[in-house]
């Protein structure tokens, strides 16, 4: 596995911030050792979030290396669909579950998260990490998950909120004194989010409620910097 850069401590810590170089959204190698490390337990405490009843099926949208469907199927869902418009990460995704033991109840494929390849109404739960505030237009990609998923279904997703920023994310980790690729990672989400969309927490909400989802819930973590959504598609 490729290496990345390994942060030194605090003291040193604003000067590399700047000359590190940023790790792209679908960097397959780097997306694989963030879900392995501090980030899957993020993706992990998420999936609790969703709250999926068992025997569900649920599609992650922009799964990346595919975390959160594993998680999905080792919880109960009949059925975990992780899609993802780049075939590398798929591809991965597919070899990390099969690494882990073949199971029916996971598959994969190459979509684009705005025309999904699924009939309307096909999914008891939809969910999307770190996939919308990439969109030009996340109401597009949010519109299309809410789409396929079934009335009564869970669409829940995870994005970056306005306090997410280079400044904020460097200091909330020095404040916890997290070094090395933890650190790399979570100041590199905040330069992503610094180029793509940041919406506070209740402006990811109201995305939520103007799709027209229901019931809506929400939880902030890191600092405020990362929000969490679940809302109910109408019966
Ligand atoms: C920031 S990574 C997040 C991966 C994973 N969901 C996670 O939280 O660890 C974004 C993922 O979305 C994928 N992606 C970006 N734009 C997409 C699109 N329009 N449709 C589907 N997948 C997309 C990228 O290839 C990448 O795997």
């Known amino acids: 596995m490729e290496s990345y850069p390994q942060q030194p401590g605090a003291a040193d810590a604003s000067a590399a911030d700047s000359d590190q170089p940023v790790a792209a959204p679908d960097d397959v190698e780097y997306f694989t050792q963030a879900q392995a490390g501090a980030w899957g337990e993020m ?57 882990a033991g073949p199971t029916s109840a996971l598959h994969w494929l190459m979509a684009d998260a705005r ?26 990609g949010l519109c299309e998950m809410c789409r396929v ?28 004194r997290i070094i090395g690729f933890a650190r790399y990672s979570f100041v590199n989400y905040a330069r992503l989010a610094e180029a793509h969309h940041r919406l506070s927490l209740s402006a990811w909400a109201e995305l939520a409620a103007a799709a027209g989802l229901t019931g809506i819930s929400m939880a902030a973590r890191a600092g405020g910097m990362v929000g969490w959504v679940r809302g109910v598609r109408p019966a």
């Open 43 to 99: 993706l992990a405490a998420f999936a609790r979030f969703v709250a999926l009843p068992a025997g569900a099926s649920v599609c992650d949208v922009g799964a990346g290396p595919g975390l959160l469907p594993r998680l999905f199927a080792a919880a109960d869902s009949r059925l975990a669909v992780g899609c993802d418009r780049s075939w590398e990460m798929a591809a991965r995704a597919a070899a990390l579950a099969q690494a």
């Open 115 to 140: 025309c999904l390849p699924f009939r309307s109404a096909t999914f008891d739960g939809v969910v999307a990490t770190n996939l919308l505030f990439l969109l030009p237009d996340p109401a597009v």
């Open 149 to 176: 998923a079934r009335p009564a279904g869970i669409v829940a997703f995870l994005n970056p909120t306005d306090a997410m920023s280079v400044a904020n994310a460097a200091a909330f980790m020095d404040g916890r």
